[in-house]
């Protein structure tokens, strides 16, 4: 899967999501296609990488929407509308105390 320059383009001009918003699906995709998926907050599908793998990029899909995007080969985060999000550590099954 090459990078997806157009939609990076596009998410960029989108406004930050909103600090109560809850998504309903998350998935991970890398150069090679999806990685992982949760919907409502389980973790649904993985596909593992060989041990040696090496993920140029990382690009996470809240609801269908290109969300998040990091550069791992430049060590940049391209696109970061999660800024405002506050974190649902019940969402990602973390025990926060």
Known sequence: MKIPLEE???ANELPPLPIDYI???????DQVGLL???I????TFVYPREANYQCNYLAVYLDGQLSFFYLISSNKILL????????N???????YQ
């Open 8 to 10: 990076l383009q596009l």
């Open 23 to 29: 998504p309903n699906s998350i998935e991970f995709f």
């Open 36 to 38: 992982a998926g949760m």
């Open 40 to 43: 409502q907050g389980k973790l």
């Open 80 to 87: 970061n509308r999660l800024n405002n999000l506050a974190i």
């Open 89 to 95: 550590y019940q969402l990602l099954g973390i025990s």
